[in-house]
């Protein structure tokens, strides 16, 4: 059973910069990961994902170039760096993870709790 922590949300401005991580354990071997997010009466949305290696990644256009997505394998750890963050980008957002890349919310298998990411205009 994979069991992930988010962790570095918080409250920053518009055009400000945040990075948020994601702790996984349970023998999370070479499982791809990936970030979502969620705003209040929204569904939840894909943000980005990274293959089990790290040597593939996939956004969202609303994030593209702005967002980066990367993985610490030795840690067991994912991280999102957010740059020109938007008000729009105000939301809770999710770690995930499955075995193999993918960007629809309803084919991964494990999930963390969230953490809150607020941008103030």
């Known amino acids: 059973q994979v069991q992930l922590v988010e962790s570095g949300g918080g409250l920053v401005q518009a055009g400000g910069s945040l990075r948020v991580s994601c702790v996984a354990s349970?023998?999370?071997?070479?499982?791809?990961m990936a970030w979502f997010r969620q705003a209040p009466g929204a569904e939840r949305e894909f943000v980005a994902a990274i293959s089990g290696s790290g040597r593939t990644t996939v956004y969202a256009d609303s994030v593209k170039g702005r967002f980066t997505i990367s993985r610490d394998n030795a840690k067991y750890t994912m991280y999102l760096q957010m740059n020109t963050l938007k008000p729009e980008d105000t939301a809770v957002y999710y770690c995930a993870a499955r075995r193999s890349i993918a960007t629809m919310v309803n084919t991964y298998d494990y999930w963390g709790r969230g953490t809150q990411v607020t941008v103030s205009s």
């Open positions: 349970g023998r999370p071997d070479n499982y791809a």
